[in-house]
C-alpha cells in the first residue's frame, strides 16, 4: 500500500513539474518575441532617420537667390507688359493721327472745291448778261430764264449785293440812251425783288451807248450792247 503510494506521488510530482516547464517555456517564447518586435522597430526607427539624415537640406541662401530670381522674373514680365502697353498707345495716336491728318486734308480739299465750284458760278452770274429788243426795256422769255437762276443763286447767298448796269446800242441820243439804259437795268431789278431778292441789295445804274461790248456798227453787235450787265459789289 505504501509503495503504491509512493508510485503515485512520484507520478504527480513528475506531471507537475511537466507542466510548469511548459508554462515556463511558452513565457519565455512570448517574452522572445516581444523582444524581437521591439528590436525590429528600433531599427526600422533607425533607418528612418538615416534616410533623413541623407536628404539634402535647403539652405535659407539657396531660398533667398529663387525669391529674387521669381522677383527679377515678375518685374522682367511687368516692364514688358508695360512696353507693350506703351506700344500700343503709340500705335493708336499714330493711327488717329493719320486718320485726324487724312480728314483735314479732305476737308481742305472739300474747301477748295466747293471755293472753285463758287468762283465758277459768281464768274457765269458776273458774264451772263440779259439782252433787250430795240428801242425796248421790258423783258423776254430769255431774259426771264436768266434773271430766275441769278434769283435763286441771290437768295442762297444773301449776304452778298449786285449792281445791274443798264446798256444801249449807238443808235439814238445819248440822253435818250441813258433813259433807255435805266428802265433796262429797273426792269431786271423788279423782277429780282419780285422774285423775293431784297431791294437793298440792289442797286442799277445806267451807261447809255458809252460802254458797248462789240465797238461794231452792225446789227449782230448793236444786238449783244442792248443788255444789262451785273456786277457782285
Known amino acids: 500500500m505504501v509503495k503504491r503510494l509512493s508510485v503515485y506521488l512520484l507520478v504527480f510530482g513528475l506531471i507537475v513539474s511537466f507542466s ?37 537640406k535647403v539652405s535659407q541662401p539657396l531660398k533667398s537667390e529663387e525669391a529674387d530670381k521669381a522677383a527679377t522674373e515678375a518685374q522682367l514680365r511687368e516692364e514688358e507688359l508695360k512696353k507693350q502697353r506703351e506700344r500700343e498707345e503709340a500705335a493708336i495716336k499714330e493711327e488717329a493721327a493719320i486718320k485726324e491728318e487724312a480728314a483735314i ?13 463758287e468762283a ?7 458774264n451772263t448778261d440779259i439782252h433787250f ?6 423783258l423776254t422769255n430769255e431774259a426771264r430764264e436768266i434773271l430766275a437762276k441769278k434769283s435763286s443763286w441771290l437768295q442762297g ?5 449786285i449792281k445791274i448796269e443798264g446798256h444801249c446800242d449807238e443808235r439814238g441820243s ?17 423782277y429780282l425783288v419780285t422774285a423775293g431778292v431784297e431791294a437793298s441789295r440792289v442797286s442799277t445804274i445806267s451807261y447809255g451807248e458809252e460802254k458797248p461790248l462789240d465797238p461794231g456798227h452792225n446789227e449782230d453787235a448793236w444786238a449783244k450792247n442792248r443788255r444789262a450787265h451785273f456786277k457782285i459789289e
Open 105 to 117: 486734308k479732305e476737308e481742305a480739299a472739300r474747301k477748295e472745291d466747293a471755293a472753285k465750284r
Open 157 to 161: 447767298h444773301t449776304d452778298l449785293k
Open 174 to 190: 445819248n440822253e435818250y440812251n441813258m433813259a433807255l439804259g435805266e428802265r433796262r437795268a429797273d426792269s431786271a431789278m423788279k
Open 133 to 138: 429788243d430795240f428801242d425796248q426795256f421790258s
Open 20 to 56: 510548469l516547464f511548459l508554462n515556463a517555456c511558452t513565457k519565455k517564447a512570448v517574452i522572445g518575441e516581444g523582444i524581437e518586435k521591439r528590436e525590429e522597430a528600433a531599427k526600422a526607427e533607425e533607418k528612418v532617420k538615416e534616410e533623413l539624415k541623407g536628404e539634402p
Open 120 to 126: 465758277s458760278v459768281r464768274e457765269e452770274f458776273e
